[in-house]
């Protein structure tokens, strides 16, 4: 079933097929030599689940949830969304635009807040697959989502800068008490802590930039770990172990989600949740999936954004349930993921089997990590995502597009995610009636990897 047939079919023939795990996306580990498809896949899977452990702790510390939390929320998000999503190439896992959402949740409520939240934008994302709205996400203009995209970058940027500086201190969330308690604790910077920051950032652009295959987050906080274990060992370096203990291995806990209180208050604060997560989910996954189509030549079956829409609510709707939190597709590590070679999404099964035994083994490692490190590579995922490229396409659209952009930027970074972007909707929609001139068409489907 074709992307263009499925919407075509009635509701029931239509949800089964959302429910069949394996379906045309398998095309190509047909043609040739099925054996040595496989393996490509199962290169891919390694590969990536190696790319992937520290950035999944990295994001889950940053978002003021557990290391582990990361780890075992990526590996089910990639098998989930490996069989139900619309993507042949696609890998899923938590993501750097996701940092301030959950940030925010657990910054005013708790874990059960924010597993009830994602639990029910994941019943939402599933509804918008079924009712085909899978192509509206077309509709977001280019300016915004690079904008956007800037400034969640800025703000993880400044959410590690504690860390870089060896601060003992918890950072605040918002931008002025991050300066506050900076300016506060001046006298604990240390320079230890920077140099190993910033040999992380250095280590992972330069392995990145000599090939793919090389997995530079992993080998960056290596390194680093061991300088921080033999020569700088009386540094008073801060280790992730001692921020959060010992990495449980037993990765699959039942979390519950907190029950609904019925007030105003909670009811608008789960309410404006629901629909970061959904909008965030929504919005990458699809462009992440409409990218990895035109980077992998794909001349067979097109990304399904309905499926899509539905595999992400899935993954949005379980991740949380067993210890995870909201997870999509991710930009990197899907272009990642192709460049080695995958061809199908069994390359996502492989990693979901490959990260967790590669977590269990190394999870004793992991605990000795700086957490100076953990910010450099989250400050080289921050400098990564805005693309010079996405930046001189809002450019030829025309100073209204521009203006939008860094509105979105700013609003982003001084107010928060959803406020920046609802209000820069809200100016594009009144301005492209108003002064159709400024604002030309949409092109949001110019993200590039």
Same mark, same amino acid.
């Given at each position: 079933?074709?992307?263009?047939?499925?919407?075509?079919?009635?509701?029931?023939?239509?949800?089964?097929?959302?429910?069949?795990?394996?379906?045309?996306?398998?095309?190509?580990?047909?043609?040739?030599?099925?054996?040595?498809?496989?393996?490509?896949?199962?290169?891919?899977?390694?590969?990536?689940?190696?790319?992937?452990?520290?950035?999944?702790?990295?994001?889950?510390?940053?978002?003021?949830?557990?290391?582990?939390?990361?780890?075992?929320?990526?590996?089910?998000?990639?098998?989930?969304?490996?069989?139900?999503?619309?993507?042949?190439?696609?890998?899923?896992?938590?993501?750097?635009?996701?940092?301030?959402?959950?940030?925010?949740?657990?910054?005013?409520?708790?874990?059960?807040?924010?597993?009830?939240?994602?639990?029910?934008?994941?019943?939402?994302?599933?509804?918008?697959?079924?009712?085909?709205?899978?192509?509206?996400?077309?509709?977001?203009?280019?300016?915004?989502?690079?904008?956007?995209?800037?400034?969640?970058?800025?703000?993880?940027?400044?959410?590690?800068?504690?860390?870089?500086?060896?601060?003992?201190?918890?950072?605040?969330?918002?931008?002025?008490?991050?300066?506050?308690?900076?300016?506060?604790?001046?006298?604990?910077?240390?320079?230890?802590?920077?140099?190993?920051?910033?040999?992380?950032?250095?280590?992972?652009?330069?392995?990145?930039?000599?090939?793919?295959?090389?997995?530079?987050?992993?080998?960056?906080?290596?390194?680093?770990?061991?300088?921080?274990?033999?020569?700088?060992?009386?540094?008073?370096?801060?280790?992730?172990?001692?921020?959060?203990?010992?990495?449980?291995?037993?990765?699959?806990?039942?979390?519950?989600?907190?029950?609904?209180?019925?007030? #105003? /208050?909670?009811? %608008?604060? &789960?309410?404006?949740?629901?629909? *970061?997560? =959904?909008?965030? !989910?929504? $919005?990458?996954?699809?462009?992440?999936?409409?990218?990895?189509?035109?980077?992998?030549?794909?001349?067979?079956?097109?990304?399904?954004?309905?499926?899509?829409?539905?595999?992400?609510?899935?993954?949005?709707?379980?991740?949380?349930?067993?210890?995870?939190?909201?997870?999509?597709?991710?930009?990197?590590?899907?272009?990642?993921?192709?460049?080695?070679?995958?061809?199908?999404?069994?390359?996502?099964?492989?990693?979901?089997?490959?990260?967790?035994?590669?977590?269990?083994?190394?999870?004793?490692?992991?605990?000795?990590?700086?957490? #100076? /490190?953990?910010? %450099?590579? &989250?400050?080289?995922?921050?400098? *990564?995502? =805005?693309?010079? !490229?996405? $930046?001189?396409?809002?450019?030829?659209?025309?100073?209204?597009?521009?203006?939008?952009?860094?509105?979105?930027?700013?609003?982003?970074?001084?107010?928060?995610?959803?406020?920046?972007?609802?209000?820069?909707?809200?100016?594009?929609?009144?301005?492209?009636?108003?002064?159709?001139?400024?604002?030309?068409?949409?092109?949001?489907?110019?993200?590039?990897?």
């Amino acid at each position: 079933m074709t992307p263009s047939t499925s919407d075509q079919v009635s509701l029931p023939e239509r949800i089964r097929y959302y429910l069949t795990p394996v379906d045309g996306r398998y095309e190509d580990l047909s043609k040739g030599d099925w054996k040595m498809n496989v393996l490509r896949d199962f290169t891919a899977g390694l590969v990536v689940a190696m790319i992937a452990i520290p950035l999944a702790m990295g994001f889950a510390m940053a978002s003021g949830l557990r290391p582990e939390q990361g780890i075992v929320g990526g590996a089910v998000a990639g098998l989930i969304g490996a069989l139900f999503g619309g993507s042949k190439y696609q890998v899923y896992g938590p993501t750097a635009a996701f940092i301030p959402v959950i940030g925010g949740i657990m910054q005013s409520y708790d874990l059960g807040m924010m597993i009830l939240a994602s639990v029910i934008a994941g019943l939402i994302l599933m509804l918008l697959g079924v009712v085909r709205a899978g192509r509206v996400v077309s509709k977001v203009p280019h300016s915004i989502i690079v904008g956007f995209t800037i400034g969640i970058a800025v703000t993880i940027a400044l959410s590690q800068i504690g860390e870089v500086l060896g601060l003992k201190a918890k950072m605040g969330f918002t931008l002025m008490s991050k300066i506050e308690t900076i300016a506060a604790n001046a006298g604990e910077i240390s320079i230890f802590a920077i140099i190993l920051g910033l040999v992380t950032f250095a280590i992972t652009k330069a392995l990145l930039k000599v090939s793919p295959f090389i997995p530079a987050p992993l080998i960056a906080i290596g390194v680093t770990s061991i300088i921080a274990a033999t020569v700088w060992s009386s540094k008073g370096l801060t280790l992730v172990h001692d921020r959060y203990g010992r990495i449980p291995t037993d990765f699959f806990v039942f979390t519950p989600p907190r029950p609904i209180e019925w007030t #105003a /208050a909670f009811l %608008g604060d &789960l309410t404006y949740f629901v629909l *970061a997560i =959904v909008f965030v !989910a929504a $919005v990458e996954s699809l462009l992440c999936s409409r990218m990895a189509d035109r980077m992998a030549g794909n001349r067979g079956l097109a990304f399904n954004p309905n499926k899509e829409l539905w595999g992400q609510g899935l993954v949005n709707l379980i991740v949380p349930l067993l210890h995870g939190f909201p997870h999509t597709g991710a930009l990197a590590r899907t272009a990642a993921n192709i460049r080695l070679g995958a061809i199908s999404p069994l390359a996502g099964i492989f990693k979901f089997a490959l990260k967790l035994l590669l977590a269990a083994f190394l999870a004793h490692y992991l605990e000795l990590v700086p957490m #100076a /490190a953990i910010g %450099g590579i &989250l400050l080289f995922v921050a400098t *990564a995502m =805005v693309k010079p !490229a996405e $930046v001189r396409q809002v450019v030829e659209h025309g100073p209204g597009h521009i203006a939008l952009m860094i509105y979105t930027a700013a609003a982003v970074i001084v107010t928060d995610f959803l406020t920046g972007v609802l209000s820069a909707m809200v100016i594009y929609g009144v301005a492209s009636k108003v002064a159709p001139a400024l604002m030309p068409e949409p092109q949001a489907e110019k993200a590039t990897a």
